[in-house]
């Protein structure tokens, strides 16, 4: 199973390393990562595979909201279903 | 990855309040008809917390692993009316027993204390209706519906009649809060047996044992789209919506699929409906008015209405083979901010809110009025829109709440997501004689299709 993370906010250091490592300590593994920043504002959108992750998604979803909260960034960890079935016909 | 879409999606959820209106469990009762009100209440309430024991926390996943919001978990119920039949003057014992099974469950209301009387009313049928003012002042979540009318078999006037009494003693035993009891009561032409939506939800004889159905919405989103095209003409507009619908109604289809599959039970429909709340950027009146309109309720209200339900429709036709319910635009005033600020500034009418009907998916919903108000005049007014039901093959509804103590151009809170309008003005002149003749206005020509 496969989840989109999304993360943006005010530009700074460490933001990728809290992301990542969230992800590591949960068993949930990055496969594709697309970064960019735009007017000081960070934008990242990861695709993840949570197949491991010993948590149910929704678990994981709310801890990764709260993440965010405690780095000052907003954090959504979500099904990527969602997003397939929204722009496919 | 689409970078792209996913932006999309979440400026959708975040910035203009895509959401899943409703996650609602429809549950045949049918098996639960016992000898006497108190067996049936039992088996009621039984059967109801067992088959929706994890609703709201199977919603609560979804809604988590998905991230979109999920607003209400509500339940529809076969129409009560057909398990009280041997014992109709005890049915409130039913809707107590409906109203503290919801509480329990944790789901924001439940729909089905209704009657299917559109061609006669059978003797249980009127004594059920009798119950229904008391049985809306004395439960929280219970909503109760009646169908007077279809294409089919025409107007039961006599049900209208007794509609309009109805509609003015559950104001009255509600006085204390502004009548809001009519909130929860409504009245039908052509009712859907898979409305997701309330007042009006109930689950019909025709339905599956149990099932689960949902309601989209996102008038907010549509606003966003057309936004980006203010120069667009109508056709590049239309399609604009019907893109949009198309994702929305995918997002419904995907929670509704996985809800039932979580739950055991049968996947129902998806109603496409655009369900205005009073947050702002939520409102259908504000979605007219993007297309053109100085403000909704002038000349071209009732054109761009047309247009916005119809493309809704196709949109959302295309994302989901499941689509039922009403699917279409809905009208309430109190319930959408761009319905408020007209009707406080006289910009929009009872009359024109009756000639935006015709075109919409449903009908006259929340809209306050005077407290003196006769019952003829509300069967009057639900005689109308009846009318315009029957004959277009629609469903067309009434919700109205004659708000005691109150005259035209007061202001009614009824709070939440129902809330807030100006006590309408309506016609003075009398409609008594029309109601008192009771009858059936027979079913019209074009129902003769076999």
Known sequence: MRAVVTVSGEDRRGIIAAVSAFLSERDINILDISQTILGGRFAMVMLVDVGACPKPLSEVAAEAEEMGNRIGMSVRLQHEDLFNVMHTV | MNQANIIETIDMIEKEHLDIRTVTMGISLLSCIRG????????????????????????????????????????????????????PEESGKIALALDRAAGELGVDFLGGYSALVHKGTAEFEEKFLSTIPETLSSTERLCASVNVGSSRSGINMNAVRRVGELVKETA??????????????????????DNPFMAGAFHGTGEADTVVNVGVSGPGVIRHALSFAPEADLTSAAEIIKKTAFKITRAGELIAREAAKRLGVSFGIVDLSLAPTPSRGDSVAQILEELGLETVGTHGTTACLAMLNDAVKKGGVMASSRVGGLSGAFIPVSEDVGMIEAAEKGAITVDKLEAMTCVCSVGLDMIAVPGDTSAATVSAMIADEVAIGMINN????????????KRAGDEVNFGGLLGRAPVMPLHTGSAEKLIRRGG??????????N
């Not at chain 2, 629609?394 to 103590?405: D, E, L, Q, S």
């Open chain 2, 36 to 87: 006497t009100a108190d067996e049936t209440a039992r088996a009621v309430y039984d059967r109801v917390l067992t088959k929706a024991e994890n609703l709201v926390g199977c919603v609560h996943a979804l809604s988590r692993e998905y991230g979109i919001p999920i607003v209400n978990k509500r339940i529809s119920v076969t129409p009560v009316s057909f398990l009280t039949a041997a014992f």
């Open chain 2, 172 to 193: 009255a035993l509600t006085a204390d809060r502004d009548g809001i009891g009519c909130a929860k009561f409504v009245a039908f032409c052509n009712a859907v047996e």
């Open chain 2, 394 to 405: 629609k469903t067309t509804a009434v919700r109205v709440i004659p708000v005691p103590g």
């Open chain 2, 440 to 449: 059936l206005i027979p079913a019209p020509i074009h129902s003769f299709k």
